[in-house]
């Protein structure tokens, strides 16, 4: 018999292993553990008591409870819009009676006249792009045969041309404005244009061009020009911008130097006039 079996195996153990299986019901048979009571109750020995149950914690609330607003908090919104609202309305009809005597006084206002528009006459910079194209080609007639052979050397020369005319160009075009005082609004616009298509030539020249000794020697002389037409626009910017006269002496001899070292460049040698007098009297 199975119980008869199990029986005798409790009347084998102690009575400690007995407690021990009634201490710890969770971890053996119910039958198991009811064999066990019932052999220490026989045994005369006092049975541990059941742990009372933990009283069932009441659930959590996530949800938030607003408290109750008070009088004040509740109703303080309505009472300071309702004392905006009569504080306007009491100053717009202050505001009202103070101006209807001043209204009634005033002169009728003259109706307003047509606008007038003054036209500005704002001339354009030129991009001298076909007087560039005659000067380059007359300048490249300029080198000898052998240069010309080298078209590598040639086109590099041609190229430094092309922006050294560019940029005369557009300078002796401002320089004669600031002669004849016909300069606009625009005036220092231009200038800063021009100003940047010398230092666009200025930038490439710092680099080795390896180009032919004529070459570089007629390079040289662009340089020389757009060094002192610079110069001048530099001058001419600070004058307008200070209202003073763009010309004076120094000017026009500056510009006539640049003027000679590009006419040298076209083949076209200008002949200084011979100094009249005696050397002891100079």
Known sequence: MATSSAS???????TEELLYLVRHPELYHPALVAEAGRELRRRGAELPKPPAPEPAASPLSLEYVEPEPTFLARWWPGVVLAALVLGLAWWGLRSSQQAAPAASQAATPKPAGPIVLEAVKVERLPDFEVETRAQVAEVRSQLPAADRADTTATGRYLRMARRYWLAENAAVHLTK???????????????????????????????NQHLTPTMEARLNLM?????????SLQSFKSRYEAQMELMDKEEERVNQEATG????????YQRKAPIQGNITDL
């Open 223 to 231: 340089h020389q020009g757009l060094t002192l037409r610079r110069s």
């Open 177 to 207: 404005q600031a002669r004849t005082g016909a300069v606009t609004g625009v005036f220092p616009g231009q200038v800063d244009l021009t100003l940047e298509r010398i230092s666009w030539f200025m930038r490439a020249k710092a680099y």
């Open 261 to 268: 070292l590009a006419e040298e460049l076209r083949g076209h």
């Open 8 to 14: 005798d195996s409790f009347l084998q153990k102690t």
